[in-house]
């Protein structure tokens, strides 16, 4: 399977003050990707909140640790058809994910915490954990809605 | 870079915002709102969030934190200014309807 086509690789610290830079600037890979205005704040919000996540559960507030992010174009299907997507792998070496736990929490349960997961996967059309030579990798992929579709095989 | 600056009216505090609301902000949001609500003891807090480009889960959180502060002390919180990053961050918690909303600073301060 293709990996598709690396748009932009980035790796930074676990410091909450880098998360505005990394707004910014895929805010203008969004744009420059296609996708209309509302999607580019969907796409986002939903790394920022992966990268937020990180910082304080993986890594539990210890700032400086090692995080990766990437960007492909690739073709991802719907409905069997291929339609042209962003993916986007959040990877960190910090404490495991318990993907059990991973359940979001009911949304009329007015408490502070536990939106970040709910706003991924309300952002994103898929959004997936997984654990790999010690490290916790987070992949999201956002359609590119309106896009001229081509037919899967 | 997040700016909160306060002006204060009979039994009011307006808290004008300026900026992204994130993991690196909030707490700073988060200490200014409940410095009006239990340490003042203001009847009344108005958070204009017109200046406000982008608020992430950290922010809402803090928002939650500062109206269940003011449910339990009688007092009102109400956000006006609202753009459609902010809307739709609301939106998405299903929690734009618990929080007091107002469309200009003028109903924001009526009486």
Known sequence: MSRGSLLLKVELRSNPETLCIVRNALGQLAQTFGFSETDCRAVVLAVDEALTNIIRHAYQGKPEQPIEVSFRRIQAARD????????????????????????????????????????????MDAVEFRRRWHR????????????????GS | MLQISARYLDQT?????????DLASSPELRKALLRELRELRIPRVVLNLKAVKYVDSSGVASLVEALKASR????RLILFGLNSAVREVLQLSKLLKIFEIAETEEQAVAP
């Open chain 1, 80 to 123: 069997g058809v291929l339609k042209p997507a962003l993916e986007i792998v959040v990877e960190d070496r910090g404490a495991a994910v318990d993907t059990t736990k991973l359940c979001g929490r009911p949304l009329d349960d007015v408490r502070s915490g536990g939106l970040g997961l709910h706003f991924m996967r309300e952002s």
């Open chain 2, 72 to 75: 339990d002390l009688g007092s």
């Open chain 2, 13 to 21: 505090t307006i808290l004008d915002v300026s900026g992204d609301i």
């Open chain 1, 136 to 151: 916790n990798q987070l992949r999201m992929v956002k359609l590119l809605h309106g896009a001229q579709p081509e037919k």
